[in-house]
């Protein structure tokens, strides 16, 4: 075992704070990894402050984890020592079940997230990528292009994932309308993304204040989602509208956008359920409200790829380690643009 430095929430009304912990020696399907930046996700406040449930403390949250290689075990040879690569959301799965054998590892029953998950390795709970090192079994460690800059793409590993996956999956390109709903770190990919796949794309956000940001990033067009005559002018017509908002709200004014078979797209997981839509808006244009968790490995891979070939990635805040409970508090209140990225140099000095 290899004590290794991190930041953990000890329970869910406390800051974070330094922690020490065990991650295992490799093994020989393992790689490990010293980590150079860690992406914050919004997922991370709700897993420490456990307002999804089922939180296990102390928890060392993580999963845009970007690293160089230091060690791999015996039987690996994907890998060599400092390569630069990634560490996502997942860290295993059961590899024999149906989503498994697709590629589709994040719907696996038994899938192994990064942090906060029973770890199959050692009992106990699995440690994320807050902290100096970690050690993942070699086919759930991603390659990273040297064309991408590391601290930039560690969102990638879930930000980007989580929008790229949607828009593949429905098979978004030229031709396309489609709107993108907010603007913060999920939001900010889906636009750049769409806006690479050749899509007319346009944003919709409740803040003026965006207004620039979402026309450089991408969007043709950005509308004030209060705005109700400026929302009235695209009844009907989008082709796919990705939701990336995490709070509770009402989807009826972005159903009442889809054309005929239109789908809209929800990425965020708020801590409070959705009202429930008007039934006749979905019924009578025969439109859909569906859902998207991240993505497989396989496809992660595919959109780093995608990112290196069309100079993708996050725009980003770099933070020390130290004070990643005030970034909590500015993301609660947006004030972001649009990724806090932990360098973990600071906690290795």
Same mark, same amino acid.
């Given at each position: 075992?290899?004590?290794?430095? #991190?930041?953990?929430?000890? &329970? ?13 020696? $490799? ?28 939180? *296990? ?7 845009? +984890?970007?690293? /160089?290689?230091?060690?791999?075990? *015996?039987?690996? @040879? ?17 590899? %024999?079940?149906? &989503? ?13 997230? %990064? ?8 009992? #106990?709970?699995?440690?994320? #990528? ?8 070699? &086919? ?14 560690? $969102? ?5 994932? @989580? @929008?790229?996956? $949607?828009?593949?999956?429905?098979? +978004? ?11 913060? !770190?999920?939001?900010?990919? !889906?636009?750049?993304?769409? =806006? ?10 409740? *803040? ?11 969007? *043709? ?12 002018? =695209? ?16 989807? &009826? ?19 409070? $359920? ?5 039934? #006749? ?28 070939? =069309? ?21 609660? /209140? ?16």
């Amino acid at each position: 075992m290899q004590a290794t430095l #991190g930041y953990a929430a000890l &329970d869910h009304q406390s800051p974070l704070v330094p922690f020490t912990f065990n991650r295992r020696n $490799p093994n020989p399907n393992d790689v490990q990894i010293d980590i150079l930046y860690c992406g914050v996700c919004h997922s991370d406040i709700h897993q420490t402050r456990d307002e999804w449930g089922n939180a *296990s403390f102390p928890m060392v949250p993580g999963h845009e +984890i970007i690293g /160089k290689v230091i060690a791999i075990g *015996s039987n690996v @040879t994907e890998f060599s020592i400092g390569e630069t690569v990634g560490v996502g959301c997942l860290v295993d799965s059961c590899r %024999t079940c149906s &989503d498994c054998e697709e590629h589709l590892e994040q719907y696996c029953n038994n899938a192994t997230f %990064t942090y906060n998950c029973p770890d199959k390795q050692s009992g #106990g709970s699995t440690y994320g #990528g807050y902290a100096t090192q970690i050690v993942v079994n070699k &086919d759930f460690v991603l390659h990273v292009s040297d064309k991408l800059d590391p601290a930039a793409a560690a $969102p990638l590993l879930c930000a980007g994932i @989580t @929008t790229y996956s $949607p828009l593949t999956h429905w098979q +978004i390109g030229p031709g396309d309308k489609v709107g993108i709903v907010g603007l913060g !770190g999920l939001g900010h990919m !889906g636009v750049k993304f769409a =806006h690479a796949m050749g899509a007319e794309v346009v944003l919709f956000t409740t *803040s003026v204040d965006k207004v620039a940001d979402g026309l450089r990033l991408g969007a *043709s067009e950005v509308v004030i989602s209060k705005d109700e005559a400026a929302m009235g002018k =695209h009844l009907a017509s989008f082709d796919f509208i990705l939701n990336t908002v995490a709070a509770a709200h009402n989807l &009826d004014a972005y159903t009442a956008l889809l054309k005929r078979d239109g789908v809209l797209c929800l990425v965020g997981v708020p801590d409070q $359920p959705h009202p429930s839509p008007a039934i #006749g808006q979905l019924i009578f244009k025969r439109r859909s409200i569906v859902g998207s968790l991240i993505g497989g490995i396989k496809e992660t891979q595919e959109m780093l790829d995608f990112c290196a070939e =069309h100079h993708i990635t996050s725009d980003i805040e770099i933070i020390p380690m130290q004070v990643i409970n005030q970034a909590y508090s500015r993301m609660l /209140k947006s004030d972001v643009k649009y990724r806090f990225v932990i360098d973990m140099a600071s906690l290795k000095s």
